[in-house]
């Protein structure tokens, strides 16, 4: 468009010299709207349009953006520390708020989990069973109360209901069994002269996790899976010193101290000389080798041994607590059967546990290997009517393929994250946790994660910072590996999800653990603004 000046040179030219200043302002108004006109016209026709204005240069970098590539660096920082030279992490940190990645390291690459495991559990167990699913177990029998006698079996049908753990029991052990007592007295039962009979058939007889460690076998976190549990299927043992150097040291069983038979080999040291407690199994499967030493004065160490029959320990625990509760059961033999439909029983009563919302407390607060393991079988018997861990598996596929991610893209090999076969990407975990963040059930997943500097596996890392009553999240740790992913606020309230998977490191578990800590308060600190 041409300037002013050059309409005027224009104008003062076409014109008489005697013709009035007034007429030529006029007259180059008049050309100068003409002008205009033109331009927009050419503009409104023109495919790619056109811009009245001059061409921007070049746009600056806001503060914001400063600020996340500050972000980044600090994280990149953290994770290239010299005591991880030989590791690998893999990260991956979302805005939930915002839909956009603000961190990434290896986030595709594959991970052995551990515990992180049991987030892809718990999450698909609460979209495919819902927060308000309840285990049930049904008391039957084949008998008539005459005088006082239970002319019959007692028979215990379970589905999997993590009963009397020490979780649930408010303190006191045989807590359930000692209110069926009750209910069993209600009925004017006195005495129960068949046999206590436990059907386990909901679950397969499978009951360990795919590629768990020979090793592991014999301790509490890879007890294994039963549809009857009592005590998440477990003995303690309590270990003090004998009262002089030689002593063979002192053992205590609960709660049920019949049950196992130890080989003692433990003996009392000199003061100073360092506990050493090694377990094994011993020529039966209820036989402990127990060998090491503690020495003098020391406190008592506990240790927790897996029981190999779960459903024969949850029947001896029964018979022991009616016994005590005063029902006579000493002539009654226990034995495991497998199904009880072809049987004329009548139902006694069903016991129910409490809700799933609830329940996952015990998942994800604690990380409690059997019940996560109990869950995946659980989501098999629920939508499949096959109580195993290949139907579970199944609907965990199945469901997280409705989260867009493609079964070849992970492994997994059990419930719980114990098994080393395990893997998976920091992505595939945020995109499970993304998706259930945008679920009706998301509340109750989110109050069942651990809280930093609070509670769970959690209660002693973060505190007294920005990240403490503030991140929520699941750990992870098996041998040369560390997870933590959940959620965390920013200094906004900013909501990201995270996930920080450590595997083949050689520094100490402290030192990685406090990296994803300094990670997670950097995260909980950060401010756009």
Not at 152 to 177: C, H, K, M, N, R
């Given at each position: 468009?041409?300037?002013?000046s050059d309409?005027?040179l224009?104008a003062?030219c076409t014109?008489h ?23 927009l016209?050419?503009?409104?026709t ?5 811009s009245l204005?001059?061409?921007a240069g070049?746009?600056?970098?806001s503060?914001?953006?400063?600020r ?11 994770f290239?520390?010299r005591s991880?030279?030989?590791a ?6 979302f805005?939930l708020d915002?839909s ?14 551990a515990?992180n495991?049991?987030?892809i559990t718990a999450?698909?167990a609460?979209?495919?069973?819902g927060?308000?699913y309840r285990?049930e177990?049904?008391l ?10 239970l002319?019959?079996?007692l ?12 979780q649930?029991q408010?303190g006191e052990l045989?807590?359930a069994?000692k209110?069926?007592?009750a ?5 004017g039962?006195?005495?129960?002269e068949?046999a206590l009979l436990g059907?386990g058939?909901a ?7 795919y590629?768990?460690?020979w ?10 899976v ?6 998440d299927n477990m ?5 003090s010193?004998g009262?002089q150097?030689?002593?063979?040291a002192?053992?205590?069983?609960s709660?049920l101290?019949?049950?196992l ?5 433990m003996?009392t040291e ?6 050493r407690v090694?377990?094994s199994?011993?020529s039966s499967?209820?036989?402990?080798v ?5 020495p ?11 029981v190999?029959t779960?459903t024969h ?10 016994a ?6 000493g002539s009654?033999?226990?034995r ?12 006694l009563w069903t016991?129910s546990s ?6 996952l407390?015990?998942?994800l607060?604690?990380s409690?290997?059997?019940?996560a ?6 989501l098999?018997?629920?939508?499949r009517g096959n109580g195993?861990f ?7 596929e199945?469901?997280?393929e409705?989260?867009?991610?493609q079964?070849?893209?992970?492994v997994?090999?059990d419930?719980?994250g ?5 893997l ?6 945020v995109?499970?946790l993304r998706f259930?963040h945008?679920h ?5 997943f ?22 403490g009553n503030n991140?929520?999240a699941?750990t992870?740790?098996?041998?040369n590996v560390?997870?933590i992913?959940?959620y965390?606020?920013t ?11 450590a595997?083949n490191f050689l520094?100490?578990?402290d030192k990685?653990?406090?990296a ?5 308060e ?8």
């Amino acid at each position: 468009m041409p300037i002013v000046s050059d309409i005027l040179l224009k104008a003062s030219c076409t014109l008489h010299p005697k013709t009035h200043w007034t007429t030529i302002i006029l007259l180059v108004m008049k050309r100068i709207t003409l002008s205009i006109l033109f331009a927009l016209l050419a503009c409104s026709t023109s495919p790619g349009g056109c811009s009245l204005h001059p061409a921007a240069g070049p746009a600056l970098p806001s503060a914001a953006t400063d600020r996340v590539h500050g972000l980044r660096a600090d994280l990149d920082q953290i994770f290239s520390d010299r005591s991880f030279a030989n590791a690998r992490w893999g990260v991956e940190v979302f805005s939930l708020d915002r839909s956009e990645t603000l961190y990434e390291r290896d986030a595709s690459r594959l991970f052995i989990p551990a515990s992180n495991n049991k987030i892809i559990t718990a999450a698909v167990a609460l979209i495919r069973l819902g927060s308000d699913y309840r285990y049930e177990t049904r008391l039957l029998t084949d008998g008539q109360v005459r005088e006082g006698v239970l002319k019959g079996d007692l028979i215990i049908v379970g589905t999997g209901d993590p009963l009397d753990s020490p979780q649930f029991q408010s303190g006191e052990l045989f807590y359930a069994f000692k209110a069926w007592a009750a209910r069993l007295k209600e009925r004017g039962i006195t005495k129960i002269e068949g046999a206590l009979l436990g059907d386990g058939a909901a679950f397969d007889e499978a009951k360990l996790g795919y590629g768990w460690e020979w090793n592991d076998l014999v301790h509490a976190y890879a007890a294994p899976v039963a549809a009857l549990q009592f005590h998440d299927n477990m003995l303690s043992i309590e270990i003090s010193p004998g009262l002089q150097k030689g002593d063979p040291a002192s053992v205590k069983i609960s709660p049920l101290a019949e049950y196992l038979t130890m080989d003692n080999r433990m003996l009392t040291e000199g003061e100073r000389t360092p506990a050493r407690v090694k377990i094994s199994r011993g020529s039966s499967e209820r036989t402990i080798v127990l060998a090491g030493s503690i020495p003098l004065k020391n406190k008592p160490i506990l240790q927790t041994v897996s029981v190999q029959t779960p459903t024969h320990y949850f029947l001896s625990a029964l018979k022991h607590a009616l016994a005590t509760e005063g029902i006579d059961t000493g002539s009654c033999e226990t034995r495991e059967i497998r199904g009880s439909g072809s049987l004329s029983l009548s139902t006694l009563w069903t016991h129910s546990s409490p809700p799933l919302s609830e329940l996952l407390k015990l998942l994800l607060k604690t990380s409690h290997n059997l019940f996560a393991e109990t869950l995946t079988r659980t989501l098999g018997l629920a939508t499949r009517g096959n109580g195993t861990f290949a139907a579970g598996k199944e609907v965990v596929e199945e469901t997280l393929e409705q989260m867009g991610i493609q079964k070849e893209s992970y492994v997994y090999a059990d419930g719980s994250g114990l098994s080393r076969l395990n893997l998976t990407s920091p992505r595939t975990l945020v995109r499970v946790l993304r998706f259930i963040h945008r679920h009706p059930e998301f509340a109750d997943f989110y109050d069942v994660l651990a809280i930093a500097a609070v509670d769970g596996t959690l209660a002693s890392r973060m505190k007294n910072t920005q990240a403490g009553n503030n991140v929520r999240a699941k750990t992870g740790s098996i041998a040369n590996v560390s997870a933590i992913s959940g959620y965390v606020r920013t200094a906004d309230g900013e909501m990201l999800a995270f996930s920080i998977l450590a595997n083949n490191f050689l520094a100490s578990r402290d030192k990685v653990e406090k990296a994803q800590d300094k990670a997670l308060e950097r995260l909980a600190g950060f401010s756009r603004k």
